[in-house]
């Protein structure tokens, strides 16, 4: 997607990175099908502070400032006809951060950004118009060799690289298709220094020196043709693609550089490269097309002045009017062929590095064309996170549960499928399809791709015009209330440089779609009904040209043993036996491929059958209750509520019921571990519900075992329910202890209640499902039951190994039997809450539960137990689904800075 410099630089500390992200998850709203009220919402419009100013002081002219002081709330007014209220609302890292826009006298705009935590200083200058696909016709790669040549500049400084590596920092730079972007960190102390230094490598006459040194240009040239791995499966597949599309596409070039087309090619035509390369930085280097960003706790003020010396830097050439709107191609060639290939992957399964590559990868490549010139389009962003939702959601009807139900793609997130843009661009925008596969899946590939064809056609069933594809608007608007909810409200951490400097290519800098403030540009308000109504058109015109498998490339990935497997598996496949003399060859990577007709749809017999099938196995979308209408801000306890006493014990026949506590979101108290998120309140929160019973804490190993068993049937039958609720940000967790069973729940103060309710009438339900369904226990759910207890680190090898055997041989009966025990063992329950949930809906929810719950209950009175304390019951919980970060929901990149947005 970029070519990077791999230049050697000191070990790049980025701190600003997000870890500790679970395993993806998406929706499925389909499977809803109770009414509960959603709780209270309101809608509020965002009223930015921003300030335009006027200044001459060193090298700045226009100054236009758009901040958020720190610990300062910015005013959220009520819209439409919601009620006023007279609350505010903290935005994300809107009291660390405080940001400022600046437009230098030769053009170039910059954001300073003074973050008061950051641990090191960054910075990144992005230049839009210079990037792959401004390479001169009879050059490829100038545009990846300037980069190089920048980075080697700096005259009078020294070398850059080597000079912030001695202070532990790091630099480096890459080359995307429509712009190019160099960054770099350091220590605080040394930033000002490092922007000084950073600015000589832009400096015209600098670069001029470098472009007319022939030895700097050869050692540049060989480290270009280095980058180049053609053992590297992404590699190979880019440039296997690049041959199958037009050739007079811009896409189809060699772009990335090398030996060849660098030095021996030019000499052969008698073409001077550091001639080319400097009219390059002087033609497309435009300072009026450069974004600069710095991070640093230093004040604005500061920031301001340091910045200054770039206004003498990039070309001095007057850019010329009228430049020419790129037009791209059409992708695909138009000779009525359908274009798909089997690619071979020589590493064997044993030599894989990582998970994935235990598995084939389908990818369909699709050509866009959205044109990003007016203010209000739509973009891939936009486009492919609403696809993401559609295609990568899990429960009944979805892509991802037929494709499992046939064991033909990997269980987990890695059987999601993905949508990606390897290219994003105005006017053209590449867009991927990605599955994984087994290689059940890999030899019914022409199945797989069946299936896929046909879930797009179930959007046309379900539209209210049969062949428009049209997408309920609702629905569309709720796709845009997810991505703010995960890409923003809930964002782990802010946008660094490099994304804030790529996205000012795109969205501008200030304004409220702009970058250079705490505003949310990459998805427009669910709210802004123009917005949603562009968005609806972009998804049935996207719709209908995937539904058109000619508009389509379409690459399978194989490796020797799914080849070999292949044989045993299909009777009619037409790929070429090993070894490889039948194969093609892709010349850039040697990359071995074959054609494979894996859209024969018609002619055989299964593909037929399954299609037919599908018809009522596959349904589009649906709205999903669970997700609030609106994200309300978060609260704080009025003094009323103050009157409790922890614990609040509730009035009750039998058993003991209460409240421990309630920890508000202006608590710091260290309760239950939550996912990462912002420091600012929000309108997260977690409740936990703790059942007293001794029975846990007395379980000989044949109780143990079957409760164990008992929990993973339950997970299997919350599954649906557990999906559902996953892009609301709802996850739950049920552990026993020996206080008895906890019972977690994390979601928004506005859905958790009613997520909470229809977790519990599920788990009081369970035992009587279980009993009057199979005796016979799924191998799987056996397994993972056996697997868990493996995983124990409270068990004895002894224990582990009785527990697993009388697993093996257990019934659901007997693990039905265990489960009514155990909540007749049950003398009542406590529980405490955190963040955005109120003392008075705690304790309401609390009541609803036992209410719930009483039915099942033993009848006595008294604990029997131990009552536990807060800290007994407030260790780290499993969330299921594994959903609770924003890297979790389908196209989650697309969106999250936390999730690698931008690649390096």
Same mark, same amino acid.
């Given at each position: 997607q970029a070519f990077g410099c791999k230049r050697s630089f000191a070990r790049q500390r980025l701190f600003s990175q997000f870890s500790g992200c679970n395993a993806a998850s998406n929706d499925d709203a389909s499977s809803a099908t109770e009414s509960e009220e959603d709780g209270e919402f309101r809608l509020y419009r965002f009223q930015g502070c921003s300030d335009i100013v006027a200044s001459r002081r060193g090298f700045l002219v226009v100054s236009s400032v758009t901040t958020c002081a720190l610990g300062t709330l910015?005013?959220?007014?009520?819209?439409?006809?919601?009620?006023?209220?007279?609350?505010?609302?903290?935005?994300?890292?809107?009291? &660390?951060?405080?940001?400022?826009?600046?437009?230098?006298?030769?053009?170039? !705009?910059?954001?300073?950004?003074?973050? +008061?935590?950051? !641990? %090191?200083?960054?910075?990144?200058?992005?230049?839009?118009?210079?990037?792959?696909?401004?390479?001169?016709?009879?050059?490829?790669?100038?545009?990846?060799?300037?980069?190089?040549?920048?980075l080697s500049s700096g005259s009078g400084f020294g070398d850059f690289d080597d000079w912030i590596s001695s202070y532990d920092g790091y630099s480096n730079g890459f080359t995307a298709f429509e712009k190019v972007c160099f960054h770099f960190g350091c220590p605080n102390e040394v930033l000002q220094e490092a922007l000084e230094r950073f600015a000589m490598l832009f400096m015209e006459k600098n670069v001029e020196d470098v472009c007319n040194d022939k030895a700097i240009l050869k050692r540049e040239t060989r480290r270009i043709n280095s980058e180049l791995d053609p053992k590297d499966e992404f590699a190979k597949e880019m440039y296997l693609v690049k041959s199958l599309i037009n050739p007079q596409h811009q896409y189809s070039r060699f772009s990335a550089g090398n030996i060849e087309t660098?030095?021996?090619?030019?000499?052969?035509?008698?073409?001077?490269?550091?001639?080319?390369?400097?009219?390059?930085?002087?033609? =497309?280097?435009?300072?009026?097309?450069?974004?600069?960003?710095?991070?640093?706790?230093?004040?604005?003020?500061?920031?301001e002045t340091w910045v200054a010396p770039f206004a003498q830097t990039l070309?001095?050439? =007057?850019?010329?009017?009228?430049?020419?709107?790129?037009?791209?191609?059409?992708?695909? @060639?138009?000779?009525?062929?359908?274009?798909?290939?089997?690619?071979?992957?020589?590493?064997?399964?044993?030599?894989?590095?990582?998970?994935?590559?235990?598995?084939?990868?389908?990818?369909?490549?699709?050509?866009?064309?959205?044109?990003?010139?007016?203010?209000?389009?739509?973009?891939?962003? %936009?486009l492919g996170f609403a696809l993401s939702q559609m295609f990568g959601r899990r429960g009944p009807g979805s892509l991802y549960k037929l494709l499992q139900q046939r064991k033909w793609s990997p269980i987990g997130s890695k059987g999601v499928p993905s949508i990606s843009f390897p290219v994003d661009v105005s006017g053209f925008q590449l867009m991927k399809f990605q599955l994984f596969l087994t290689q059940d899946g890999f030899a019914n590939r022409s199945s797989v791709i069946a299936a896929v064809?046909? /879930?797009?056609?179930?959007?046309?069933?379900?539209?209210?015009?049969?062949? $428009?594809?049209?997408? $309920?608007?609702?629905?569309?608007? %709720?796709?845009?209330?997810?991505?703010?909810?995960?890409?923003?409200?809930?964002?782990? !951490?802010?946008?660094?440089?490099?994304?804030?400097?790529?996205? /000012?290519?795109?969205?501008?800098?200030?304004?409220? =779609?702009?970058?250079?403030? $705490?505003?949310w540009y990459r998805l427009p308000l669910p709210q802004n009904a123009v917005a949603v109504a562009n968005l609806q058109k972009s998804l049935s015109d996207t719709l209908r040209l995937m539904n058109d498998p000619f508009q389509s490339i379409a690459v399978v990935t194989a490796s020797p043993q799914s080849i070999t497997a292949l044989r045993t598996k299909s009777f009619d496949d037409n790929l070429p036996l090993l070894p490889l003399s039948k194969w093609n060859i892709e010349p850039v990577t040697g990359a071995k491929y074959a054609f494979d007709d894996m859209f024969r749809l018609s002619g055989r017999l299964k593909e037929w059958i399954l299609a037919r099938s599908m018809e009522d196995e596959l349904q589009p979308p649906s709205l999903n209750p669970l997700i609030p209408r609106f994200f309300r801000p978060a609260r704080t306890p009025k003094k009323i509520d103050e009157i409790y006493q922890y614990p609040s014990v509730l009035q009750s026949d039998g058993g003991y019921w209460a409240v421990l506590g309630v920890a508000s979101v202006t608590e710091k108290k260290n309760l239950l571990p939550l996912p990462l998120t912002a420091p600012e309140p929000n309108c997260r929160c977690a409740f936990v519900l703790q059942l007293l019973s001794k029975r846990p804490a007395r379980a000989k190993t044949l109780q143990a075992a079957h409760a164990e068993l008992w929990k993973t049937t339950l997970?299997?039958?919350?599954?649906? @329910?557990?999906?559902?609720?996953?892009?609301?940000?709802?996850?739950?967790?049920?552990?026993? $202890?020996?206080?008895?069973?906890?019972?977690?729940?994390?979601?928004?103060?506005?859905?958790?209640?009613?997520? /909470?309710?229809?977790?519990? !009438?599920?788990?009081?339900?369970?035992?009587?499902? @279980?009993?009057e369904g199979p005796q016979k226990l799924p191998r799987s759910l056996v397994d993972a039951s056996i697997n868990s207890v493996k995983q124990s680190r409270q068990l004895?090898?002894?224990?582990?190994?009785?527990?697993?055997?009388?697993?093996?041989?257990?019934?659901?009966?007997?693990? /039905?039997?265990?489960?009514?025990?155990?909540?007749?063992?049950? +003398?009542?329950?406590?529980?405490?809450?955190?963040?955005?949930?109120?003392?008075?809906?705690?304790?309401?929810?609390?009541?609803?539960?036992?209410?719930?719950?009483?039915?099942?209950?033993?009848?006595?009175?008294?604990?029997?137990?131990? &009552?536990?304390?807060?800290?007994?019951?407030q260790y780290r919980a499993n969330w299921v689904p594994r959903s609770a970060s924003s890297c979790s929901i389908a196209g989650a990149k697309l969106i999250s800075d936390a999730c690698g947005r931008i690649p390096r």
């Amino acid at each position: 997607q970029a070519f990077g410099c791999k230049r050697s630089f000191a070990r790049q500390r980025l701190f600003s990175q997000f870890s500790g992200c679970n395993a993806a998850s998406n929706d499925d709203a389909s499977s809803a099908t109770e009414s509960e009220e959603d709780g209270e919402f309101r809608l509020y419009r965002f009223q930015g502070c921003s300030d335009i100013v006027a200044s001459r002081r060193g090298f700045l002219v226009v100054s236009s400032v758009t901040t958020c002081a720190l610990g300062t709330l910015s005013r959220w007014l009520p819209f439409s006809s919601s009620p006023k209220i007279g609350s505010t609302e903290i935005l994300p890292f809107s009291t &660390l951060r405080r940001y400022k826009s600046v437009q230098l006298s030769n053009g170039m !705009r910059c954001v300073l950004v003074s973050e +008061r935590t950051a !641990r %090191q200083s960054t910075a990144c200058l992005s230049i839009g118009g210079a990037g792959q696909f401004s390479d001169s016709v009879d050059l490829n790669g100038n545009a990846h060799c300037m980069e190089h040549v920048v980075l080697s500049s700096g005259s009078g400084f020294g070398d850059f690289d080597d000079w912030i590596s001695s202070y532990d920092g790091y630099s480096n730079g890459f080359t995307a298709f429509e712009k190019v972007c160099f960054h770099f960190g350091c220590p605080n102390e040394v930033l000002q220094e490092a922007l000084e230094r950073f600015a000589m490598l832009f400096m015209e006459k600098n670069v001029e020196d470098v472009c007319n040194d022939k030895a700097i240009l050869k050692r540049e040239t060989r480290r270009i043709n280095s980058e180049l791995d053609p053992k590297d499966e992404f590699a190979k597949e880019m440039y296997l693609v690049k041959s199958l599309i037009n050739p007079q596409h811009q896409y189809s070039r060699f772009s990335a550089g090398n030996i060849e087309t660098l030095e021996l090619s030019p000499e052969r035509n008698n073409i001077d490269v550091g001639s080319k390369l400097f009219e390059f930085f002087k033609t =497309k280097y435009l300072p009026e097309k450069a974004v600069l960003v710095v991070i640093s706790p230093t004040d604005l003020k500061t920031l301001e002045t340091w910045v200054a010396p770039f206004a003498q830097t990039l070309s001095q050439t =007057k850019p010329s009017s009228g430049e020419a709107k790129r037009v791209f191609p059409r992708l695909t @060639l138009s000779n009525g062929k359908l274009s798909s290939v089997c690619m071979l992957r020589q590493n064997p399964i044993g030599t894989r590095q990582y998970p994935s590559d235990s598995y084939e990868t389908l990818s369909i490549y699709f050509g866009l064309s959205l044109d990003y010139s007016d203010q209000n389009a739509v973009t891939g962003t %936009q486009l492919g996170f609403a696809l993401s939702q559609m295609f990568g959601r899990r429960g009944p009807g979805s892509l991802y549960k037929l494709l499992q139900q046939r064991k033909w793609s990997p269980i987990g997130s890695k059987g999601v499928p993905s949508i990606s843009f390897p290219v994003d661009v105005s006017g053209f925008q590449l867009m991927k399809f990605q599955l994984f596969l087994t290689q059940d899946g890999f030899a019914n590939r022409s199945s797989v791709i069946a299936a896929v064809y046909d /879930a797009i056609r179930s959007f046309e069933a379900s539209s209210v015009s049969k062949s $428009n594809f049209e997408v $309920n608007r609702k629905l569309v608007a %709720q796709y845009l209330r997810i991505g703010q909810l995960y890409g923003w409200l809930l964002a782990p !951490r802010p946008p660094d440089a490099v994304e804030l400097a790529f996205d /000012a290519q795109v969205y501008g800098v200030s304004g409220q =779609k702009g970058v250079g403030g $705490n505003n949310w540009y990459r998805l427009p308000l669910p709210q802004n009904a123009v917005a949603v109504a562009n968005l609806q058109k972009s998804l049935s015109d996207t719709l209908r040209l995937m539904n058109d498998p000619f508009q389509s490339i379409a690459v399978v990935t194989a490796s020797p043993q799914s080849i070999t497997a292949l044989r045993t598996k299909s009777f009619d496949d037409n790929l070429p036996l090993l070894p490889l003399s039948k194969w093609n060859i892709e010349p850039v990577t040697g990359a071995k491929y074959a054609f494979d007709d894996m859209f024969r749809l018609s002619g055989r017999l299964k593909e037929w059958i399954l299609a037919r099938s599908m018809e009522d196995e596959l349904q589009p979308p649906s709205l999903n209750p669970l997700i609030p209408r609106f994200f309300r801000p978060a609260r704080t306890p009025k003094k009323i509520d103050e009157i409790y006493q922890y614990p609040s014990v509730l009035q009750s026949d039998g058993g003991y019921w209460a409240v421990l506590g309630v920890a508000s979101v202006t608590e710091k108290k260290n309760l239950l571990p939550l996912p990462l998120t912002a420091p600012e309140p929000n309108c997260r929160c977690a409740f936990v519900l703790q059942l007293l019973s001794k029975r846990p804490a007395r379980a000989k190993t044949l109780q143990a075992a079957h409760a164990e068993l008992w929990k993973t049937t339950l997970e299997l039958e919350l599954a649906d @329910l557990a999906e559902l609720g996953s892009p609301a940000s709802l996850a739950y967790e049920i552990s026993f $202890n020996k206080y008895g069973m906890r019972i977690c729940f994390l979601g928004l103060s506005q859905n958790i209640g009613p997520y /909470a309710r229809r977790v519990v !009438r599920k788990v009081v339900d369970h035992q009587t499902k @279980l009993l009057e369904g199979p005796q016979k226990l799924p191998r799987s759910l056996v397994d993972a039951s056996i697997n868990s207890v493996k995983q124990s680190r409270q068990l004895s090898s002894r224990r582990k190994i009785e527990s697993i055997a009388i697993m093996r041989d257990t019934s659901a009966t007997e693990a /039905a039997v265990e489960a009514i025990a155990f909540f007749k063992s049950c +003398r009542g329950g406590v529980c405490y809450s955190q963040g955005d949930l109120l003392p008075q809906e705690t304790r309401g929810l609390l009541i609803d539960l036992r209410t719930i719950l009483e039915p099942v209950l033993g009848k006595g009175t008294g604990t029997g137990v131990g &009552l536990p304390a807060i800290d007994d019951i407030q260790y780290r919980a499993n969330w299921v689904p594994r959903s609770a970060s924003s890297c979790s929901i389908a196209g989650a990149k697309l969106i999250s800075d936390a999730c690698g947005r931008i690649p390096r």
